[in-house]
């Protein structure tokens, strides 16, 4: 039985560290694990401007712990009025990494998202051009589709047809959560890649609403059935080298998530690595988990796997029932568990 795992430093390729105190709190669980993280735009006011994310660029690298190595790296949050020029301007002059798409109104901080595909159309004509990848929140929002089917209508109105379009657009199908995405995935060509959180691969919809309604279950996309947990599962630990490490960590005081109006997202950075591995062991796919966490996401964004290496062991540690950050609580995914994976050092 294999007790430790020695990988390359992973790095997260979608997570949300907010700003200001709540950055300052939450920075340290992802610097401690990752060495770079794709660090999403959807703050309030949403980073659009290639100012306005060296700005908080700066500002996180202020706020990392003393001799913490962490690399932000930084994107654009696409709106219908984008300027194809500043996206072009700002990846060539390194500080957008790359764009996300949010779909408006479709999760937390999403109002001025973009609110029909077609809308950035230059934009992705341009980024298709210059190799700049493309980050997508792959939901729709009309108000007639089931929540359950959000991801799946987006597949067949918006992101197959796009794909066929622009083949040669660099696309990342974020969080995925059912198997029609890991079809879809698994079924493109090279430049269709996807993230998969830890609480997807742990958790179907039960957890949210059975024996009573958990707020700490509850992000966008939401948990599905069964079947598509499994699938997710299937993937992460198939090998297949465009799916890779996104923790989609989304941090919301434990107010706002015991809520009768909670906010979207789970809190997961603190025991991310623990929990990635949790599956693929419980898989019995260790082996495949040093792609998935450290090689396939900097293959696919062209960057170079890190040089420093993290070791996991098999070691028992009690999760917290919160976390005190910020002047307030933070509740972190599997709280109050016992997990059975412990990064050393
Ligand atoms: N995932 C979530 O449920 N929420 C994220 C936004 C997002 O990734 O959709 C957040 O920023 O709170
Ligand atoms: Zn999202
Ligand atoms: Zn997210």
Request: proline share 6%; with cysteine; aromatic share 8%.
């Amino acid at each position: 039985m294999t007790d430790t795992i020695t990988i390359p430093r992973p790095d997260d390729w979608h997570l949300h560290l907010r700003d200001g105190a709540v950055m300052e709190g939450v920075l340290p669980y992802t610097a401690r694990q990752f060495g770079r993280a794709i660090i999403m735009p959807n703050l309030v006011p949403p980073v659009t401007t290639i100012d306005a994310a060296a700005a908080y660029r700066d500002r996180i690298v202020a706020a990392l712990p003393e001799g913490a190595a962490f690399t932000p790296l930084m994107t654009a949050y696409l709106t219908d009025d984008t300027d194809p020029a500043d996206i072009r301007a700002g990846f060539e002059a390194g500080v957008f990494t790359a764009a996300k798409l949010y779909p408006a109104g479709a999760t937390t901080n999403s109002a001025s998202g973009v609110t029909d595909v077609a809308n950035v159309r230059k934009v992705l004509e341009t980024m298709a051009e210059i190799g700049m990848v493309f980050c997508v929140h792959g939901e729709v929002t009309h108000a007639d589709i089931d929540i359950f089917d959000r991801e799946a209508v987006f597949i067949e109105r918006a992101l197959a047809p796009l794909v066929r379009d622009l083949p040669e657009l660099k696309v990342v199908f974020e969080h995925i959560t059912t198997e029609e995405a890991a079809d879809f995935v698994a079924e493109s060509g090279p430049n269709v890649a996807a993230t998969i959180t830890p609480q997807h691969l742990h958790i179907n919809r039960n957890a949210m609403l059975v024996g009573g309604i958990r707020p700490h279950a509850y992000c966008l996309p939401v948990a599905k059935r069964e079947h598509h947990r499994l699938s997710l599962r299937r993937l992460a630990t198939s090998g297949n080298e465009r799916v890779f490490l996104g923790t989609d960590s989304a941090p919301h005081a434990r107010e706002a998530k015991e809520n009768a109006c909670g906010c979207a997202g789970i809190f997961n950075a603190p025991y991310a690595l623990e929990s990635y591995a949790t599956v693929f062991d419980e898989e019995d796919a260790l082996d495949a988990f040093e792609a998935f966490a450290s090689r396939n996401g900097p293959a696919f964004y062209g960057l170079p796997v890190s040089e420093e290496t993290v070791t996991l062991v098999r070691e028992e540690q009690q999760v917290p029932a919160t976390l005190e950050l910020a002047g307030t609580h933070y509740v972190p995914f599997h709280a109050g568990e016992t997990l059975g994976w412990k990064l050393a050092g």
